[in-house]
C-alpha cells in the first residue's frame, strides 16, 4: 500500500488558498502598521512563540508584548517563500521564509530584526469557515551573534 503525501491530506484548493491569504495579510498588516487588523488575524486563544522570548499565550499577551513594537518602528516583512501549505480537517500549516526589518519612528538606522527568518504557523478554521492564526513559531537561520 502506497503512503499518503502530504498534499493528498489537502481538503481543498479553497482552503489553501484561504489560509495563504492569511499569512499575506499578516506581511501586509505588518508593513501598514495596522496593529489592530494584524490582531484580527489571530485566535482568541493564540500562541506566538517569539525567539528568544518565552510564549504568550492569548490575545491579551500578544497584545501586551506587541503593540509597542508596532507605536515604535516602522516594520518591513517580506515573506520571500511559502514552502507548504496543507490543511487537515479544521487545522492548517505553513512553513515560510520571510526578512523583517524595522526602523524606528523617531528616526535612525533600520534594524534587521529577522534578515533570514523562517515561521511555522498553525491555523484553526472558525465557526464561519474562515481561518486565523493559532499558533505562530519563528525564529532567523542566522547564528545567534557572538558577545
Known sequence: ????????????????????KVLSDYAEQVNAGDFN????LWTEDGR??????????????????SKPVFETLN???VITSMEDVYVYGDLGFTRCSYNLYATPKEGGDTIPF????KALTIYKRQSDGSWKIWF????????????
Open 1 to 20: 500500500m502506497k503512503a499518503k503525501s502530504p498534499e493528498s491530506e489537502i481538503n481543498n484548493a479553497s482552503d489553501a488558498d484561504a489560509i495563504r
Open 37 to 40: 487588523s494584524w490582531m484580527a
Open 48 to 65: 506566538q512563540m517569539p525567539p528568544n522570548y518565552p510564549p504568550r499565550i492569548g490575545t491579551v499577551a500578544i497584545t501586551t508584548e
Open 75 to 77: 516594520l518591513k516583512m
Open 114 to 117: 529577522e534578515p533570514d527568518g
Open 136 to 147: 505562530d513559531c519563528f525564529n532567523s537561520n542566522l547564528a545567534p551573534a557572538t558577545p
